[in-house]
């Protein structure tokens, strides 16, 4: 079986055949997903909150995103291997490009995800130029919560909304290979995804974004407390089947590749 690759997902793009991705952070749930069919497999630092108990991701550190990287590694054999560079290891284009390095080296990413707009430009042109993948995350940046002032819908005026596409732009531009935008108006999603050539991953960004992420647990209907708005419950919902979770998330592929999902009530 052969590893998707960036080259695989930018050919999907190109068809118009919707992208499938999940959080994952260990060996088993990473076999279990790539055996079901998702495309890329987000080692996402979200694991300091689903993981360790953390209110935010910000205390992750890069070693403890290292050892999960090589968990879902050892476990997968066909999803593209996309992992976080923690909060403030890309503070610089220097210390981003060590840091990168350490997560393929070290913990078998194929690709690294950064969170922010202009101001990683110059990061994601030196990536790319030393033959790291680049996913740039944009909209509500979780790394920056306490600057946003919460988890909060991003782009809803105008003003922001240009920012957020001018910034879309420049990544591309820059050499990044994958887009993510989170929690922006679904029109906004729509409008970015359909104006770079790059694959846009959406979560909470509506169904016109070419592939779509949740994290695991909360797909899974296990994370504690009150599931965000753009995610859903897979495992509850088995009107079409059993109610395990191998069925859970091959439902949550199909919704995806159908367009299912997500759906109006997942949108902002
Ligand atoms: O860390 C993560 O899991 C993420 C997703 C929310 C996209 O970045």
């Known amino acids: 079986m052969s590893r998707i690759t960036i080259t695989t997902l930018q050919a999907m793009k190109n068809r118009g055949e919707k992208i499938a991705c999940l959080t994952a952070y260990d060996s088993s749930f990473a076999a279990l997903l790539d055996d079901a069919g998702i495309e890329i497999l987000l080692v996402g630092d979200s694991l300091g909150m689903v993981i360790q108990g953390q209110d935010t991701t910000l205390p992750v550190t890069l070693d403890e995103m290292i050892y999960h990287s090589r968990c879902v590694a050892s476990g997968s054999r066909r999803a593209l291997l996309m992992v976080d560079m923690p909060f403030m290891a890309d503070a610089d284009p220097q210390q981003a490009l060590l840091n990168a390095g350490r997560l ?138 059993s109610s395990d979770i191998a069925s859970a998330v091959r439902r949550y592929i199909e919704a995806v590749k159908s367009g299912t999902f997500p759906a109006e009530q997942h949108c902002f």
Do not use: N, W
């Open 104 to 241: 393929m080296k070290e913990g078998g990413a194929q690709m690294v995800k950064l969170e922010g707009g202009a101001l990683q430009v110059e990061t994601v042109g030196c990536l790319a130029g030393h033959g790291i993948p680049v996913c740039a995350h944009l909209g509500l940046l979780p790394q920056s919560v306490h600057k946003l002032g919460g988890y909060k819908v991003q782009g809803r005026d105008a003003e922001t909304a240009r920012q957020i596409r001018d910034d879309a732009l420049a990544l591309e531009q820059a050499g990044a290979d994958m887009l993510l935008l989170e929690c922006v108006p679904a029109a906004l999603g729509t409008a970015i995804s359909r104006s770079v050539s790059i694959p846009v991953i959406g979560i909470g960004a509506g169904p016109d974004c070419d592939a779509q992420v949740l994290v695991l647990y909360d797909m899974l209907g296990i994370t504690p407390g009150k599931r965000p708005r753009f995610s859903h419950d897979f495992v509850s919902d088995y009107e079409a089947g």
